[in-house]
T-cell receptor, first 114, second 112 residues
């Protein structure tokens, strides 16, 4: 297993367009997280799944954001009607649900809204 | 709400010791993590504390006091490659006990 994989690595889109990102976690991990990170800041929690169930969602997440993990494996994060303020690095992480459960991160998708 | 505080920036000299502090006020606590993040890269796991006390791992040690809501990361024999951001993260529990919240990070600069 090569770790957490995110696609695409970079996305440039025009304001108002919809974008979708994909995350493939480490295969035996049942927890999956999405974070947003801007320059000089720590990762900001967006949402979290355990298997296919979305268990937590940040109150900061507007209705334009939606995430799915249909079969408890890969996950998608969609942003509708993108705004310039959505420009950021979107990080996905996965972990086991037992024991120390440290999160392993993917390389992220850098979104630029122009 | 969840509050995790760290200093924004620190500077230290190669070969020295540096301590990065983290204080937290969270709705729950299921463990505290430290991550290292080099510029433009993903965070990587450094250490984990769930019980009070010190965990040592080579040049890195991490301490936790749950009653004080306080942790620190100690880096010894600093090397230039240790220049990075250090992120404190708390598992605050919640649904199925897995919600992981990060602080804003401490940018460490190691100088010759």
């Amino acid at each position: 297993d090569t770790g957490v994989s995110q696609n695409p690595r970079h996305k440039i889109t025009k304001r108002g367009q919809n974008v979708t990102f994909r995350c493939d976690p480490i295969s035996e991990h049942n927890r999956l997280y999405w974070y947003r990170q801007t320059l000089g800041q720590g990762p900001e929690f967006l949402t979290y799944f355990q298997n296919e169930a979305q268990l937590e969602k940040s109150r900061l997440l507007s209705d334009r954001f939606s995430a799915e993990r249909p079969k408890g494996s890969f996950s998608t994060l969609e942003i509708q009607r993108t705004e310039q303020g959505d420009s950021a690095m979107y990080l996905c992480a996965s972990s086991l649900a037992t024991g120390r459960a440290e999160a392993f991160f993917g390389q992220g998708t850098r979104l630029t809204v122009v | 709400g969840q509050n995790i505080d760290q200093p924004t920036e620190m500077t230290a000299t190669e070969g020295a010791i540096v301590q990065i502090n983290c204080t937290y006020q969270t709705s729950g606590f299921n463990g505290l993590f430290w991550y290292q993040q080099h510029a433009g890269e993903a965070p990587t796991f450094l250490s984990y504390n769930v019980l009070d006390g010190l965990e040592e791992k080579g040049r890195f040690s991490s301490f936790l006091s749950r009653s004080k809501g306080y942790s620190y990361l100690l880096l010894k024999e600093l090397q230039m490659k240790d220049s990075a951001s250090y992120l404190c993260a708390v598992n605050v529990g919640g649904g199925s006990q897995g919600n992981l919240i990060f602080g804003k990070g401490t940018k460490l600069s190691v100088k010759p």
